[in-house]
């Protein structure tokens, strides 16, 4: 059993800046994804094991980062330049590197960002 803990949520501006952070109970893999009301669930980001690879999903490539902190089984989602379109419950999630929810087993609770217009 992999928990997931999520901190960082919050209300920002258009333009803000917001940090999430997963802390979670081992090292592994980790993606984000995120939902909006009415919308489907959409990657975000993924991180390898090592924290050497990234990738992202094309609405937020070259505004979010993700990392991590290895010695804290920490990964970080730093979002740069947010727009009201970001506005979504963020999901982490582990088990894999990979694009599609599906291949993930475990689950964060979810963080609420806010981006105001």
């Known amino acids: 059993q992999v928990q997931l803990v999520e901190s960082g949520g919050g209300l920002v501006q258009a333009g803000g800046s917001l940090s999430l952070s997963c802390a979670a109970s081992?090292?592994?893999?980790m993606g984000w994804f995120r939902q909006a009301p009415g919308k489907e669930r959409e990657f975000v980001a993924a991180?390898?094991?090592?924290?050497?690879?990234?990738s992202y999903g094309d609405s937020v490539k070259g505004r979010f980062a993700s990392s991590r902190d290895n010695t804290k089984n920490t990964v970080y989602l730093r979002m740069n330049s947010l727009k009201p379109e970001d506005t979504a419950v963020y999901y982490c999630?582990?088990?894999?590197?990979?694009?599609?929810?599906?291949?993930?087993?475990?689950w964060g609770q979810g963080t609420q960002v806010t981006v105001s217009s």
């Open positions: 999630a582990a088990g894999s590197y990979s694009y599609d929810e599906r291949d993930y087993s475990y």
């Open positions: 081992g090292r592994t893999a």
């Open positions: 991180i390898s094991r090592s924290g050497t690879i990234t």
